[in-house]
């Protein structure tokens, strides 16, 4: 498969327009078109419709962008990667992170690592817990950082940190006097949960479970970010960790340990056959310090 071909598609999809895609390939209109119909031929389906002169993606064509977009991402980056490789040095990191750590931890590590290592340039890609495996196999990231467990058959895991799990809610809610908070608290409700399938909702309903009672919840949503905030506006209590617990700079939210002592353990993830190179594995020890950090505040709030 001609790479041409792959980055005349990757512009189309991106720009939305041939026009678009042929000014920054810095080529002609009906080039980019002959490329798109040359890939067509090739993988055996359309990619995309033509009306009245526009391309508009077709349902596998969608579906194949949305299978290669990892691989496509990284096609405008090979001049880059040559060019680090010719001069010999390390200055791109390429991390993937499922939402909550990116926003509650991997943009301080960031913050931190740059102070030790200055120049380097960062790709942040984050992506749902269960997509980070495929991105990690279209080999244009370093590493991922998700929850554990993490079971994949092309995939090294190693603990970064594991954390107590925390209730949050408005300062106003009758719990907040507590100093911590037990399953049956929990159950007096109203809970804004994650969607099902989210780490965070499988450890609310295994806690349910294992006491047989049934949860009174009132508004799902698929990030625990989005589940503070909302418990910000008093609306519920959720299930959240110091990370997402260090996002709110403010003394209206409040956050209590569950007890007994539940936690959370988080990991780092990278291809078996490429170990971290120096500069991964130097960001993988800033992280798990500036996750201790951040367990150790939050600790000293509650």
């Not at 617990?245 to 002592?261: G, H, Q, S, T, Y």
């Not at 500069?279 to 600790?299: G, M």
Request: charge should be neutral.
């Amino acid at each position: 498969m001609k790479l041409i071909r792959l980055q005349a598609y990757n512009e189309v999809m991106n720009a939305g327009t041939v026009t678009e895609a042929s000014r920054r390939l810095k080529c002609s209109q009906p080039r980019v078109s002959r490329l798109i119909s040359e890939l067509e031929e090739e993988i055996g389906f359309p990619l995309f419709t033509r009306e009245k002169q526009r391309l508009v993606p077709t349902a596998e064509g969608k579906l194949f962008y949305q299978e290669t977009e990892s691989i496509l991402l990284g096609i405008d980056d090979i001049g880059r990667i040559a060019e680090d490789i010719y001069h010999n040095r390390e200055t791109c990191l390429r991390v993937l992170s499922q939402s909550h750590l990116a926003h509650g931890l991997i943009h301080h590590a960031i913050g931190a690592f740059e102070k030790k290592t200055e120049g380097i340039r960062y790709y942040l890609e984050i992506r749902p817990r269960e997509e980070l495996a495929q991105w990690l196999g279209g080999h244009q990231f370093d590493l991922a950082f998700s929850p554990l467990p993490a079971k994949y058959p092309l995939v090294r895991h190693e603990q970064l940190i594991s954390v107590k799990l925390l209730v949050a809610m408005h300062k106003s809610h009758p719990l907040s006097a507590k100093n911590y908070i037990t399953v049956q608290d929990l159950n007096t409700g109203p809970i804004i949960a994650l969607t099902r399938g989210m780490i965070m909702r499988q450890r609310l309903d295994d806690l349910f479970h294992e006491t047989g009672l049934i949860p009174n919840i009132r508004i799902e949503t698929p990030t625990v970010l989005s589940a503070c905030q909302l418990a910000l506006q008093g609306l519920g209590i959720t299930l959240t960790d110091p990370f997402i617990a260090n996002v709110f700079d403010c003394k209206d939210l409040i956050v209590r340990p569950l007890a007994p002592d539940y936690k959370i353990t988080y990991g780092v993830l990278y291809l078996r056959q490429t170990p971290p190179r120096p500069l991964a594995r130097q960001f993988i020890e800033v992280t798990r310090l500036v996750a201790q950090e951040i367990a150790v505040k939050q600790a000293a709030l509650y």
